[in-house]
Nanobody, 121 residues
Framework: QVQLVESGGGLVQAGDSLRLSCAASGGTFSSYAMGWFRQAPGKEREFVASISRSGAIRRYTDSVKGRFTISRDNAKSTVYLQMGSLKPEDTAVYYC??????????????WGQGTQVTVAS
């Protein structure tokens, strides 16, 4: 299993931008699709975005399309989530995942510890 460590979360104002990073180790990074999920207090874990092994295919949940961009650097074993035009409803703990690239959290074996993103109105 690959180990994942997220960074880049924090407290921002509505409309601001933030970039999350996720560094992977202990596995062959380029053999995994990568993704981001988030979980807000009292809510279920939600798919945010995924990127295929080569980076050619990217998927987003509707609520972040046009505002968030997922990317990866296989040479650095790192995946990024660039978040723009942030809204208070984006407030959540964001988790990096490695696995199939699907929308179902049960399809992922490797999860990071999470990083908190708080968007103030």
């Amino acid at each position: 299993q690959v180990q994942l460590v997220e960074s880049g979360g924090g407290l921002v104002q509505a409309g601001d931008s933030l970039r999350l990073s996720c560094a992977a180790s202990g596995g062959t990074f380029s053999s995994y699709a990568m993704g981001w999920f988030r979980q807000a207090p009292g809510k279920e874990r939600e798919f945010v975005a995924s990127i295929s092994r080569s980076g050619a295919i990217r998927r987003y949940t509707d609520s972040v399309k046009g505002r968030f961009t997922i990317s990866r650097d296989n040479a650095k074993s790192t995946v990024y989530l660039q978040m723009g035009s942030l809204k208070p409803e984006d407030t959540a703990v964001y988790y990096c995942v490695a696995g199939s690239g699907s929308f179902d959290p049960n399809d992922y074996d490797s999860w990071g510890q999470g990083t908190q993103v708080t968007v103030a109105s």
